[in-house]
């Protein structure tokens, strides 16, 4: 049998919390889509690897984005 590495659990709560994410960006940009509004920022407290999930799926949703700012400022800008 397999056993599981050491922080396999601190590994699972990651990978949940990152789904998570990922399904509430996935609405937020679903509803900016059906929306009037032509820009949605999201906010700076996002981590590097947040930030790369929103340019994910906004790219698949054919969304123009961008990230600005730098350092703990950076953010990202998400346009139809």
């Known amino acids: ?4 590495k050491s ?4 590994k699972n709560k990651t990978n949940n919390a990152e789904n998570k ?3 509430e960006t996935q609405k937020k940009l679903d509803e900016f889509l059906k929306s009037e509004k ?7 407290s996002l981590n590097s690897k947040q930030r790369q999930i929103v340019h ?14 730098s350092g703990d400022k950076r953010a990202v800008s ?3």
């Open 1 to 4: 049998s397999y056993r599981q």
């Open 7 to 10: 922080g396999g659990a601190a």
């Open 21 to 23: 994410f990922l399904e």
């Open 38 to 44: 032509t820009e949605i920022s999201f906010p700076s």
């Open 56 to 69: 994910q799926i906004a790219d698949q949703m054919n969304l123009e984005h961008i990230s600005v700012g």
């Open 78 to 80: 998400v346009r139809k």
